[in-house]
């Protein structure tokens, strides 16, 4: 089982409607988790990170941590063309230095 | 603000060569990150400095690969005898010790074994 799981899409939306991306971990010592956004030939972009149970909103992305559940999840509301790209959960195992990564999912905005 | 810088941005070499790739990280980062990422997947993990200490490697990081912070700026990583299977994007990230983790990545190297 890997340690941050992703489905790997595409999940496609509409423009103007909310995506829902979702993420699963297995170390219930990681305490600090991150959403990055990556263009094709790109490296990833850091766009939220959260460390406590709860919301977290920053303009149209809001980060929602569950750590009984073990589960991230990243809303993007009114989205855009613009968002289609591939985004990374990464969680940080025993509250450690690295990162790790989810496989990534591709979501895709359709005018 | 600069942001973290990595030269060069490609690279294509033949199998068995040696190379070396660079990272500049944003300027008052005291910790620096390597991580690979292949096609399809997410980065993983290489390597960590705190300042010039090599703190943490990953058992991915083979005897072929070594890592240098020596004044704990810029950092170097090398790769001895390449091998195709080592073509990927090698990605540099940079955090401070005043916040929580958050890493900021660099452009990335692309390096191609032919």
């Known amino acids: 089982q890997k340690e941050v799981e992703q489905n790997s899409g595409p999940l496609s939306v509409p423009e103007g409607a909310i995506a829902s991306l979702n993420c699963t971990y297995s170390?219930?010592?990681?305490?600090?988790f991150f959403w990055y956004r990556q263009y094709s030939g790109k490296s990833p972009e850091l766009i939220m990170f959260i460390y406590s149970n709860g919301d977290k909103e920053d303009g149209r992305f809001t980060a929602q941590l569950n750590k009984a559940s073990q589960y991230v999840s990243l809303l993007i509301r009114d989205s855009q063309p613009s968002d289609s790209a591939t985004y990374l959960c990464?969680?940080?195992?025993?509250?450690?230095?690295?990162?790790?990564f989810g496989g990534g999912t591709r979501l895709m905005v359709k005018p | 603000d600069t942001g973290v810088s990595q030269n060069p941005r490609h690279k294509i070499t033949k199998r068995g060569q040696n190379v070396t790739f660079r990272c500049d990280p944003i300027?008052?980062?005291?910790?620096l990150y390597w991580y690979r990422q292949t096609l399809g997947q997410g980065p993983e993990f290489l390597t960590y400095f705190q300042n010039e200490a090599q703190l943490e490697k990953s058992r991915l990081l083979s005897d072929r690969f070594s890592a240098e912070r020596p004044k704990g700026s810029f950092s170097t990583l090398e790769i001895q005898r390449t091998e195709q299977g080592d073509s990927a994007m090698y990605l540099c990230a940079s955090s401070d010790q005043t916040g929580g983790y958050e890493q900021y990545f660099g452009p990335g190297t692309r390096l191609t074994v032919t």
């Open positions: 990464a969680g940080n195992p025993n509250a450690g230095n690295m990162l790790t």
């Open positions: 300027s008052e980062h005291n910790r």
């Open positions: 170390d219930r010592g990681s305490q600090s």
